[in-house]
């Protein structure tokens, strides 16, 4: 089956305290992207990656790192958490074009619920 | 700069009653348009997409949208609303760095 998994899908931590999201699709996709939503604030990327070794800052970077080592995985990494990145993070993943651009749609993980106390 | 608005939080429908979410748009060149549904604990699941071509696009679950370039809109419709439609849905727009930007979402409560 097609899919963009996440792990943990639940988690509280406490400030300060480094933390990876993991994040592994399966349908071969170039493009891969992070996610965070905030109620009344939609959806606002933070990283996203074009392809293997190839990454990019979104709207929200600060605070957060990623990798793209292998073309399946792209985790999201805290290094120092703090309250403020309270949120439902989301992972996506999208084929791209023979141009190299997105035309089409991008698949969503199931999410992960971060809580940092 | 791009952007896309959703201007409802929520909207009320009662069940078999058609439904209309609204989105519109501001984005430089022609506008790749898309409605994303994401169901309680769930991912965003596509919905359907306006890249080019017919302005009424059909998507999945019995759902469509108009692609209106004078006023510059993307509402979702659906003829007869299920319970089960209730959901929040995400109308988004790529812009030319092929990024998605999303709306702030709307709240589709279907009544029995």
């Known amino acids: 089956e097609a899919q963009v998994t996440q792990n943990p899908r639940y988690l509280i931590t406490v400030t300060g305290k480094k933390l990876t999201v993991t994040c592994s699709q399966n349908?071969?996709?170039?493009?891969m992207s992070w996610y965070r939503q905030d109620p009344g604030l939609g959806l606002r990327q933070i990283y996203y990656s074009m392809n293997v070794e190839v990454t990019d800052k979104g709207d929200v970077p600060e605070g957060y790192k990623v990798s793209r080592k292998e073309k399946r995985n792209f985790p999201l990494i805290l290094e120092s958490p703090s309250p403020n990145q309270t949120s439902l993070y989301f992972c996506a993943s999208s084929s791209v074009t023979v141009a190299g651009g997105l035309d089409n749609e991008q698949f969503f993980g199931p999410g992960t619920r971060l809580t940092v106390l | 700069a791009q952007s896309v608005a959703q201007p409802e939080d929520q909207v009320n429908v009662a069940e078999g009653n058609p439904l209309t979410v609204k989105c519109t748009y501001s984005v430089s060149g022609n506008p790749y348009l898309f409605w994303y549904v994401q169901y309680p604990n769930r991912g965003l699941q596509f919905l359907l997409k306006?890249?080019?071509?017919?302005?009424l696009v059909k998507g999945s679950y019995g759902f469509e949208a108009e692609f209106n370039k004078s006023q510059t809109s993307f509402h979702l419709k659906k003829p007869s609303a299920l319970v089960s439609d209730s959901a929040l849905y995400f109308c988004?727009?790529?812009?030319?760095?092929?990024?998605?930007?999303f709306g702030t979402g709307t709240r589709l409560q279907v009544f029995p």
């Open positions: 306006y890249i080019t071509g017919d302005n």
């Open positions: 349908m071969n996709h170039e493009y």
């Open positions: 988004a727009v790529r812009d030319r760095a092929d990024k998605l930007i």
